[in-house]
């Protein structure tokens, strides 16, 4: 077996098994959404609710992308509306 | 024996590392005995360590915690396997028994990662993060949870898609793709069997609507949500991130219930979802928290007390067994329920409900050992030959159960099965079987 260099060895295991369809469409899904969300934020605020109707997904899916890029800080939470039900979220500068 | 197996020996291999094999393990260790200590998941801990605070004290379960964890991860007496299974167990004599482990690769080198988390940040693939209950995503190079044990960064190779980001950016050069499975045989003088218990899974009962409608949550679910460690900022409706105010828990899922295959009570589901209604009660004051029940069992020292706290507190208590919850358009829930002490059908809507899921047997220990049989009891909890004169002992001499794996059991009576599973693992080791 070739030894792989201290530091690059991924390329190592990339040529050895390869990478699944499925891992690289995760990842291509997480890319895609997670641009669409951060360029709605470009335009201002917004709640949970008014991400899901803009992006015509699915509540669940906003929830959990958005709090992943909470997570992650590309995103930030903002106030809570005057019915104290729903944050909104912006970009984090 | 293939080359590359490597051999040891250990007076004691303790399986399962949550609070009761790590307290068993620290009970050997503590009295001079080499133990090794091996867990399938990436950190010490078990589920206690993800929980938020501890019934009925509501001390800071992750404050009890990681202190013990800390002292059996720095004790010299114990060695541990994260990430690691045993294969097989045999009992060749008395005081004898051989073990087969498998390491599995981490793909970091454990004692050159400094927790940096930079490799998380540069890592581009988000998955679902298991340690929080699926609520939120996590990279697939990733540091399992703040106060995880060994802190140190794993890559979850199924979802890597080896882009080498996070090798670009560790200082110290501890991620090694080129990590092998690694391959142990094991003497050991005595074995203790810690691997705990599952969770009811409440897809197994659809009219409750899991899975289909988001806002029905588990109870770890919720559990994760009052950490401090939380997915979300605060208590929000995974639906639509709603900050729910009319919540409701529903004892008894997938316990008591023979027709979902458990028939007994779970002992803990009770309490835990008095001690949620109240963290709730802290964390939304403005909400109305309902506990649908059949009976409560406050068994336990100190038990009755919390939950009159509970009451005192706003808490709604109903008597009632749930037929079926449906969802409305607003993703609010209809909890159609008998109650018991109308004898009447009532609905009742609530945004967010919790289902108290049972404790079910994890039986995958039982396979693992060879030769001699390790029995089952007629629930598919490890067996106790003599449950009453000594709870610990198994069908196998020298092979002891601590904890969940025998039954269901809070915290306290975990470790006091702990305490008394290695006693009898020490006795095992100086009467020489």
């Known amino acids: 077996m070739e030894e792989a260099e201290k530091g690059k060895t991924s390329r190592y295991l990339r040529d050895k098994k390869g990478v699944s369809e499925e891992a690289r469409e995760n990842l291509k899904k997480f890319t895609r959404i997670r641009k669409s969300i951060l360029d709605a934020l470009k335009e201002g605020e917004m709640t949970i609710a008014q991400l899901s109707q803009k992006l015509s997904m699915p509540g669940h899916e906003v929830v959990f992308y958005l709090m992943t890029l909470v997570k992650y800080g590309q995103v930030q939470t903002g106030e809570i509306d005057d019915m104290d039900e729903y944050y909104s979220y912006k970009l984090k500068k | 024996m293939a080359d590359n197996i490597k051999t040891s020996s250990y007076d004691a291999l303790v399986i399962g590392a949550g609070i009761a094999g790590g307290e068993a393990a620290l009970n050997l260790a503590n009295n001079g005995y080499s133990v090794l200590l091996v867990e399938k998941d ?39 396997y994260t990430g690691s299974e045993v294969r097989r167990v045999v009992k060749k004599s008395e005081n004898n028994f051989e073990a087969e482990v498998v390491k599995h690769p981490r793909y970091v080198i454990e004692d050159d990662c400094t927790a940096c988390q930079l490799c998380e940040q540069a890592c581009p693939v988000v998955v679902k ?173 100190g038990f009755e007390e919390f939950y009159e706290q509970a009451k005192g507190m706003g808490v709604n208590f109903i008597k009632g067994k749930i037929g079926k919850i449906t969802e409305k358009e607003n993703g609010n829930l209809v909890l159609r329920y008998e109650d018991i002490n109308e004898n009447r059908l009532r609905e009742a809507e609530h945004d967010m409900v919790i289902l108290s899921v049972g404790v079910l047997p994890n039986p995958d220990a039982a396979s693992i050992f060879q030769g001699e049989e390790l029995k089952l009891d007629h629930l598919n909890f490890i067996g106790q030959a003599r449950p009453l004169a000594n709870p610990s002992e198994t069908s196998i001499k020298g092979v002891f159960v601590a904890g969940t794996a025998s039954g269901p059991m809070d915290i306290p009576d975990s470790i006091l099965s702990a305490g008394s599973a290695s006693s009898e693992a020490m006795s095992y080791l100086i009467r020489k079987g």
């Open chain 2, 42 to 80: 990436l950190s010490v801990g078990g589920k206690m360590i993800l929980l938020s605070k501890v019934f009925p004290t509501l001390d800071c379960a992750a404050c009890i915690t990681t202190p013990k964890v800390s002292e059996i991860s720095r004790h010299p007496g114990i060695t541990i």
């Open chain 2, 129 to 301: 993060d298991q340690y929080q209950y699926n609520l939120v995503g996590r990279k697939a190079a990733f540091i399992p949870f703040s106060i995880a044990s060994p802190r140190v960064a794993a890559i979850d190779i199924e979802n890597c898609t080896l882009c080498g980001a996070c090798e670009k950016v560790c200082p110290t050069k501890c991620i090694d793709f080129t990590m092998e499975p690694e391959e142990f045989l094991v003497s050991v003088g005595t074995v203790i069997v810690a691997t705990g218990f599952r969770l009811f899974d409440p897809l197994n009962m659809p009219r409750y609507g899991y899975g289909e409608y988001k806002n029905v949550l588990t109870s770890m679910e919720m559990e994760r949500q009052l950490a401090p460690t939380r997915p979300f900022n605060t208590i929000l409706r995974p639906g639509d991130g709603k900050m729910p105010d009319k919540l409701a828990y529903v004892l008894c899922t997938g316990s008591r219930d023979a027709t979902v295959g458990n028939p007994i009570c779970s002992q803990i589901c009770c309490m835990y979802s008095i001690k949620q209604a109240q963290l709730l009660m802290g964390a939304l004051p403005m909400a109305d928290v309902t506990i649908y029940y059949i009976n409560i069992r406050s068994f336990g020292k």
